[in-house]
């Protein structure tokens, strides 16, 4: 095992505190952005010694970064090689940029967190997401693996023949995966006679989407796909504002932080930190960063974390799957949902083929729930669901029932890196 994740608690803290004054002092130096806001907060960084003080520095929003997006840069626009765009997943795609420093950070991130999930050199492993279309994710695979030295297949997304081909050929043991592409994988592999269940693959590395709950037990995405291929699942954590991957081990009882890389903070609404096994919104620090470094960067995202030891030996904190995004909170008939509640009711039922989640106002400028579900699902089934969705949720969303092509238009967008399950039609 490389890296500081063995070493004793305090000693994790040193190290992570001293990359952590090393990047302020490298903010107040080379970004025009933190520059401009320590100014008007009259923030000293080299008298930043202590948890309390960084608090006094302001939250950085993703709407500061869209705005002063250019701001945000540290060096010379020639130095920079990799351009992408986050996601988007709440609003439009914003330009992210990397350089040799950054893509090298990377690459020590993804070796990390393949060697979380037991990756070794002589090991194959097969990249199922796409490696363009301005992913930094599909990238840093690619370069953890390389620097781990295993064996890379690159497939890119989709294209489940081209899949289980490359895995008759090469025969690899692990996967990179969108959850729900595995479930294609299957579906394929049933629909032509694969005989998936003795194939060469015994382990995947799952992003996208969640695949556990806050405690660590399967949801029902995870558990649908276990009960059809009982291969292991990892689940990992990743964005490109945050450049960093947090990833769990084979204990499946956290994403594991690699604390020389970033600084984390779960806060409450009033931006306090929460206790161990609360809830509140993850914000991050970058370290060792150069190109666009964020401070303090909310980011939106609702997790939990632990600091109990884990026993694959790390002593580092360890946070929850994403239980939901602070601003697709929903508010139903009175009863608090994130999305990801009502998909978890959807996939653990085997009758809805396919489906979409769509949140709009009414109009009284409540929110309103609406399910599109594939109508090939029976009168019995249909009442099935409602009273599953009473005993789960106690809240029956309004169902439509529609044409599976309809679906897929929302589900697959121009451009999109993994299937959308979710659309929020309130702003
Ligand atoms: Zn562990």
Not at 219 to 225: D, F, P, Q, T, V
Request: hydrophobic share 40%.
């Amino acid at each position: 095992m490389t890296s500081i994740q063995t070493d004793p608690i305090e000693k994790i803290a040193r190290i992570q505190w001293l990359e952590l004054q090393k990047q302020l002092l490298y903010l107040q130096k080379n970004s025009g952005f933190y520059k401009k806001l320590f100014k008007e907060h009259k923030i000293d960084v080299s008298k930043i010694k202590t948890e309390a003080d960084l608090k006094l520095i302001p939250i950085t929003t993703k709407e500061d970064l869209q705005r002063y997006n250019e701001d945000f840069i540290c060096i010379p626009s020639e130095e920079i090689i990799d351009h992408v765009t986050t996601s988007g997943t709440l609003g439009s795609p914003v330009n992210f940029a990397l350089n040799e420093a950054d893509l090298e950070r990377l690459a020590l991130n993804e070796m990390q967190s393949f060697e979380l999930i037991g990756v070794k050199k002589g090991d194959k492993v097969q990249i199922t997401t796409t490696l363009d279309r301005r992913f930094i994710a599909g990238m840093a695979y690619f370069l953890g693996l390389r620097k781990l030295g295993a064996g890379i297949i690159r497939t890119g997304s989709g294209m489940p023949h081209l899949q289980w081909d490359s895995i008759a050929r090469f025969k690899p043991n692990y996967l990179v995966a969108v959850p729900s592409f595995l479930l294609k994988m299957i579906e394929y592999a049933e629909a032509n006679g694969i005989d998936y269940k003795n194939s060469s693959i015994k382990a995947a590395m799952c992003i996208g989407e969640p695949l556990r709950d806050q405690n660590f037990e399967l949801n029902a995405l995870g558990r649908k796909i276990k009960e059809l291929w009982p291969i292991e699942l990892f689940s990992t954590y990743a964005s490109t504002e945050m450049a960093t991957a947090f990833t769990e081990c084979k204990y499946h009882t956290g994403n594991h932080i690699q604390p020389e890389l970033i600084y984390t903070e779960v806060l409450d609404d009033a931006g306090n930190p929460v206790k161990i096994g609360e809830i509140g919104e993850l914000v991050i620090t970058t370290l060792q960063v150069q190109t666009m470094p964020l401070l303090r960067f909310a980011t939106g995202d609702l997790v939990s974390y632990t600091n109990e030891v884990c026993k694959c030996g790390r002593n580092t904190k360890r946070l929850s799957p994403i239980l939901g995004r602070k601003k697709q909170h929903i508010k139903f008939k009175g009863t608090s949902l994130y999305p990801q509640h009502i998909i978890d009711v959807l996939m653990g039922f085997d009758a809805v083929s396919n489906f979409i989640v769509i949140v709009q106002k009414d109009d009284m400028g409540m929110d309103s729930l609406l399910i599109k579900i594939s109508k090939s699902i029976s009168d019995m089934d249909l009442n099935n669901l409602k009273q599953h969705f009473q005993a789960q949720l106690h809240v029956i969303p309004k169902i439509a029932l529609v044409n599976d092509e309809k679906i897929n238009n929302f589900k697959n967008p121009l451009g999109s890196r993994k299937p959308v399950m979710f659309l929020d039609l309130r702003n």
